[in-house]
């Protein structure tokens, strides 16, 4: 199974961007799509998560600024970003759960929001 994660770049503050993640390769029973974020130093957080019935969760910081969505026939999953601030600079990560297996990483896109 390989995640290839796509749509980061640079944006100036306020502005938006649409992260993209495709899975591929045999994927059985999933259980949720994730995106993280991690800057230089810190801790991989938790952005936004989608389980496979669509509940959503967010990180306190981005509620009311990202949306999740995922598309179940492609396995894909997006995260549209709204709002950026400089502190949402980061590289940012799709992760797959499955039910009973192994949990899958894309290779991580970089976001860049200036001030």
């Known amino acids: 199974v390989q995640l290839q994660a796509s749509g980061g770049g640079l944006v100036q503050t306020g502005g938006s961007l649409r992260l993209s993640c495709a899975a591929s390769g045999s994927i059985s029973s999933i259980y949720d799509m994730n995106w993280y974020r991690q800057t230089p130093g810190k801790q991989r957080e938790l952005v936004a998560r989608?389980?496979?019935?669509?509940?959503?969760n967010y990180a306190d910081s981005v509620k009311g600024r990202f949306a999740i969505s995922r598309d179940n026939a492609k396995n894909t999953v997006s995260l549209q970003m709204n709002s950026l601030k400089p502190e949402d600079t980061a590289v940012y990560y799709c992760?797959?759960?499955?039910?009973?297996?192994?949990?899958?990483w894309g290779q991580g896109t970089q976001v860049t929001v200036s001030s």
């Open positions: 989608i389980t496979s019935g669509g509940t959503t």
């Open positions: 992760r797959l759960r499955t039910s009973f297996g192994p949990d899958y």
